[in-house]
């Protein structure tokens, strides 16, 4: 008689042992599966069934508690489908390994969930992928639900298809250093968004139809190697995070403002306003910064040198508060005493409306930072083939990047056309640039890009992917002439 895969699931879901490694086989055995189809009929990766009819544990059992009927794909296409997810989800994790999976997503979830709201809004989009990870094990519509609505899900599920597309095209030592890397990219303190960004360009690329090979895991120096027809191109990918330059890092300003917030939580305002920590030298001088504040937050006659704090009353906030014109208040929150260069968190406390503003001793210069990305990229590449840098600004609200674009666009030589002949201009350096066909920067979209595509069974299904800005930048000096519209 066979097993219905309800029953086999129920006992996958069990310790293992070799009466369960030899269900499986009989199962597959009695379908006529290959191990490859059993796989699929399972929704979970090869390479995990195959451990299982060695007697290996399930890693993740909710994998068994979907449907079984998941089609294979007709092709690697990057493109994800809703119907795709669930598979690509198992593979993942699969390729990881559920102890680095558990070691770093846990950890930063940990850290957040310790943290008041207010404060982890600090680190932006950082951590998008370790909260949205969590979102889909936990789904509440069914294990791995992919809501193509939702832009940070689509996100994230793209990220986590295009690392699969990514492994699969690599040779085993390349493979290893891309999981060590990942791996290490999950942790506290670190930041997935660079690998996100080489592989939203690879992606792009292969959109175009043009073949990209992974070339810094293997020689470092540039990342993609892209295959045109009037022949190959180098890429480097950069990021720059929102506190590139800055001389106080993210990680700082959220330990200023939960102590800041700690100490809120205990008292009542008598009114609404700024509270401002303005450092007096790099934060690289200053000592205790958290425990400083909080001695002057308690009262505490212990002398401190290294900021000054003080606040400000803001009627206006406690006026929009009071008539609950909240959309106005937000705005207000976000604009009024705020110049883009700090970092800001909120509160609400028994009728009053308080924000703490951590100001750096000078506000970072992020045009000559991006000059000296600039040059570093170019100089990571080889110099013999034509060049394409690729910036994408992390965690910057799209709609500010979108005036430096449209700027740049109407002003010849102006905004990022100076910034890009600062860097590349063979009169600024002796270091000749000119194989450097173009820079493109791009910013994080907040939309979502939805289309048609014909899906492994031959149908269309709908697919979704994240929209965002771009703005090229050609070098009229580069010694490539022959371009190609990428």
Same mark, same amino acid.
């Given at each position: 008689?066979?097993?219905?895969?309800?029953?086999?699931?129920?006992?996958?879901?069990?310790?293992?042992?070799?009466?369960? +490694?030899?269900?499986?086989?009989?199962?597959?055995?009695?379908?006529?599966?290959?191990? *490859?189809?059993?796989?699929?009929?399972?929704?979970?990766? &090869?390479?995990?069934l195959q451990g299982w009819e060695l007697g290996r544990p399930m890693p993740y059992p909710d994998l068994l508690q979907r449907a079984s009927g998941v089609p294979l794909q007709a092709e690697d296409r990057p493109a994800l489908t809703q119907s795709d997810f669930p598979r690509e989800f198992a593979e993942f994790i699969d390729f990881l390994g559920t102890a680095d999976v558990d070691r770093g997503i846990n950890k930063v979830n940990k850290r957040l969930a310790g943290l008041?709201?207010?404060?982890?809004?600090?680190?932006?989009?950082?951590?998008?992928?370790?909260?949205?990870?969590?979102?889909?094990?936990?789904?509440?519509?069914? /294990?791995?639900?992919?809501?193509?609505?939702?832009?940070?899900?689509?996100?994230?599920?793209?990220?986590?298809?295009?690392?699969? #597309?990514?492994?699969?095209?690599?040779?085993?030592?390349?493979?290893?250093?891309?999981?060590?890397?990942?791996?290490?990219?999950?942790?506290?303190?670190?930041?997935?968004?660079?690998?996100?960004?080489?592989?939203?360009? +690879?992606?792009?690329?292969?959109?175009?139809?043009?073949?990209?090979?992974?070339?810094?895991?293997?020689?470092?120096?540039?990342?993609?190697?892209?295959?045109? +027809?009037?022949?190959?191109?180098?890429?480097?990918?950069?990021?720059?995070?929102?506190?590139?330059?800055?001389?106080?890092?993210?990680?700082? *300003?959220?330990?200023?403002?939960?102590?800041?917030?700690?100490?809120?939580?205990?008292?009542?305002?008598?009114?609404?306003?700024?509270?401002?920590?303005?450092?007096?030298?790099?934060?690289?001088?200053?000592?205790?910064? /958290?425990?400083?504040?909080? *001695?002057?937050?308690?009262?505490?006659?212990?002398?401190?040198?290294?900021?000054?704090?003080?606040?400000?009353?803001? /009627?206006?906030?406690?006026?929009?508060?009071?008539?609950?014109?909240?959309?106005?208040?937000?705005?207000?929150?976000?604009?009024?005493?705020?110049?883009?260069?700090?970092?800001? =968190?909120? =509160?609400?406390?028994?009728? #009053?409306?308080?924000?703490?503003?951590?100001?750096?001793?000078? &506000?970072?210069?992020?045009?000559?930072?991006?000059?000296?990305?600039?040059?570093?990229? *170019?100089?990571?590449?080889?110099?013999?083939?034509?060049?394409?840098?690729?910036?994408?600004?992390?965690?910057?609200?799209?709609?500010?990047?979108?005036?430096?674009?449209?700027?740049?666009? #109407?002003? /010849?030589g102006g905004g990022l056309n100076s910034t890009v002949a600062s860097a590349l201009h063979p009169d600024v350096s002796s270091t000749n640039r000119s194989h450097v066909q173009r820079v493109r920067f791009s910013a994080t979209g907040a939309s979502l890009l939805r289309r048609l595509t014909p899906d492994s069974d031959r149908m269309l299904r709908r697919f979704v992917s994240q929209g965002g800005l771009c703005f090229d930048v050609p070098n009229p000096l580069t010694k490539?002439?022959?371009?190609?519209?990428?």
């Open positions: 008689m066979t097993m219905s895969i309800e029953e086999l699931r129920r006992l996958l879901a069990s310790p293992p042992t070799i009466a369960t +490694a030899n269900a499986l086989k009989e199962w597959r055995t009695l379908n006529r599966y290959s191990q *490859a189809e059993g796989a699929i009929r399972l929704g979970v990766p &090869l390479r995990t008041p709201a207010e404060v982890g809004a600090i680190y932006g989009d950082r951590y998008f992928f370790q909260q949205q990870f969590l979102k889909f094990v936990d789904s509440d519509k069914s /294990p791995f639900f992919l809501d193509i609505y939702d832009v940070r899900a689509v996100r994230a599920a793209s990220l986590i298809a295009g690392i699969n #597309r990514t492994k699969r095209s690599l040779n085993a030592l390349d493979r290893e250093r891309f999981r060590s890397k990942l791996a290490a990219s999950l942790a506290l303190g670190s930041d997935l968004r660079q690998i996100e960004h080489e592989i939203r360009c +690879a992606t792009h690329f292969e959109q175009m139809g043009f073949k990209v090979t992974f070339v810094d895991f293997e020689k470092g120096g540039f990342d993609l190697l892209v295959t045109t +027809a009037k022949g190959p191109i180098e890429v480097e990918c950069k990021t720059l995070s929102e506190d590139t330059g800055s001389q106080l890092k993210k990680d700082m *300003a959220v330990a200023l403002a939960e102590s800041f917030f700690r100490h809120a939580k205990k008292h009542d305002f008598s009114e609404s306003g700024l509270f401002t920590m303005t450092l007096r030298t790099p934060s690289a001088h200053c000592k205790r910064l /958290p425990e400083q504040l909080q *001695a002057v937050l308690s009262g505490s006659d212990t002398p401190y040198s290294d900021f000054d704090f003080t606040f400000t009353p803001v /009627p206006k906030w406690q006026k929009l508060l009071d008539e609950e014109r909240i959309d106005e208040l937000q705005r207000a929150l976000r604009s009024d005493y705020n110049d883009g260069e700090f970092s800001r =968190s909120v =509160s609400q406390r028994n009728g #009053r409306v308080v924000a703490f503003d951590v100001r750096p001793h000078a &506000l970072p210069d992020l045009n000559q930072k991006v000059i000296e990305t600039l040059k570093e990229a *170019a100089d990571q590449c080889t110099g013999n083939l034509p060049a394409i840098i690729w910036l994408h600004f992390n965690g910057h609200p799209e709609d500010e990047i979108q005036q430096v674009f449209e700027f740049s666009a #109407r002003t /010849p490539f002439r022959d371009t190609i519209n990428v």
